[in-house]
């Protein structure tokens, strides 16, 4: 538990926008501890952030466990290096309670960049937050966005709810899969085509690597079919990013997603309301429910006797309470 | 999708709380569908079930998959059909996609209690709602609770958060496990003893379930010392529930429990209120994500469009929202 802190005062809020804007990590890091531990009062800070930011791309990378996301993004960030590109990296991983830049992945991911200053790779796990991790790595992304890296990648594990949460704050998403035999792309396929930008099919020396992109690229082709207003026809690209192989490849499909989402602003611009609204009902959703589980106001116990009586019911109370926000 | 469809009329309304109320399945289960695809208007007809229920021992059981729970809780059925009790058990799998009463386990469950009027048992799945599922197993749950039956099962799958939220809504939770090393159930620790009113070691005949016991007796243990305020000692019952061993000792304890919650009457009412207060939450944020979604009223285009624009921020939107409700 975070014992109860006092906002920054006004004059610290200016001296730690304008301490990111010049690039210091530590400030960086020491913020996303904070938010890590849901420490209350970062909300003045995180709006002048919000506000300073905007200006960089998010990419989004995810996978299952065990498909090389991890070492996937660490040769990423090495093409981008050697393009001159500043690059942060945020791992979330909403299945582990370990977190706070001390998880042992973290210092191997580390190992190859650790003595770049062009580079920040930090992790950030559930802590029993659950529902609120997306919301976390919101606020984390907003400490980063105003530091003006020129790519931020936000990798986490996964196709569930919290992850689909997670990739809705990048605007290009990556889908990392291994090869596998037919029936476990069918099997998956109700969901992934929704959310990828660009498949990666990692560990492509596997004899079924060829087999796995067809069925993909079959997939696509139905479900672009369906959906015609779609511009963006997602690749399909092959890596062993063990051995690098492919990754400056996915580094020019990357780029070419930016560019078409560039060359539609209609597009982009639908994009980023459509973001901008999830995040102002994701913090909703969390303020609301930091305020009931805080038991002042909202519901009297003369109204929750009345329903604990049958007298009254939750529905009417809830209907109630939305009713008071038109 | 379901279709958009009309509120019950309130001599509907009249008509289905009078079949429930006279054990009427087939409304019932036809209502469970309805809340299964999520049929808006459903609402009057849910507030007027609410009012017209609260009588019902709700019991949970969960566990993770492959402990048995299906095959205890059929003995647990046929226990409490032999002193004459009148049993609904609903099976929520937040796992599954499945789900309608279709699902083949639903059928091989009936089948020892298929042709007794006096059991109803009806599995729910997600449908791709997530988090909208411990809504959903909360309205089922209203629409059983106002048929009077004498025992509502909730059984559940595992220990993540919907299982929790799912749970909540019972009175007395059974947590079920199979015998296992002791490393095994350190590691389960953390949750489980804030869950469990009644502990079952299931397949009391492997080698380890004395083992198991011991250990989780010392862990109830060790909780209650830190939670002295607790005037129940959740006991530890091993059953061989293929076989039907252990399983009246385990409908023993659960009497015993609802028994001891009868007997303190504050400490019941703090439940029923805490659950109350619970309940209006989740459906106020199930509404509340409804009205988000429909795009209509809470958040006009420009006030987005300011947010994109970075004249404002997501907090400040949210924070707004959520102050009107005072």
């Known amino acids: 538990m975070a014992l109860p802190m ?32 849901s420490e209350p009062n970062l909300v003045p800070l995180l709006q002048a952030l919000y506000r300073a930011g905007g200006h960089i791309r998010i990419v989004g990378v995810t996978g299952s466990p065990g498909v090389g996301k991890s070492t996937l993004v660490s040769k990423l960030v090495a093409v981008w290096r050697k393009r001159g590109l500043r690059v942060a990296v945020l791992a979330v991983d909403p299945s582990s309670p ?48 105003a530091m003006h890296w020129d790519v931020i990648v936000i990798e986490t594990v996964g196709v569930g709810q919290s992850e689909t949460d997670i990739m809705r704050h990048a605007s290009v998403v990556v889908l990392l899969q291994t090869p596998m035999g037919g029936d476990d792309v069918q099997a998956a396929k109700a969901g992934i085509t929704e959310i990828g930008d660009i498949f990666v099919v990692n560990k492509s020396e ?12 079959e997939m696509i082709t139905l479900a672009l079919c369906l959906h015609p207003e779609k511009t963006w026809r997602p690749p399909v690209v092959k890596t062993r990013a063990t051995h690098g192989e492919g990754v400056a ?15 539609q602003p209609e597009t982009a611009r639908l994009q980023l309301r459509d973001r901008a609204r999830h995040r102002v009902g994701e913090l909703l959703h969390y303020m609301l429910e930091q305020r009931l589980r805080s038991g002042v106001g909202l519901l009297p116990e003369n109204l929750i006797d009345s329903v604990v009586a049958r007298a009254s019911d939750p529905y009417a109370l809830a209907a109630g309470l939305l009713a008071r926000m038109d």
């Open 6 to 37: 006092s906002a920054d005062a006004p004059t610290d809020i200016c001296a730690i926008v304008r301490a990111l804007n010049a690039g210091d990590m530590r400030t960086c890091a020491r913020l996303i501890t904070r938010i890590e531990r």
């Open 249 to 263: 490849d996915l580094a020019g499909h990357i780029d070419g997603c930016f560019a078409h989402l560039a060359a």
């Open 98 to 145: 370990y977190s706070g830049g001390a998880v042992l992945g973290d210092r191997l991911r580390m190992k190859e960049h650790s003595c770049d200053e062009g580079v920040f790779i930090r992790s950030m796990a559930s802590r029993g937050q659950l529902g609120g991790l997306a919301k976390a790595a919101g606020d984390a992304l907003t400490v980063l966005d």
């Open 206 to 217: 596997h004899p079924e690597a060829d087999h796995t992109v067809r069925q993909l690229e």
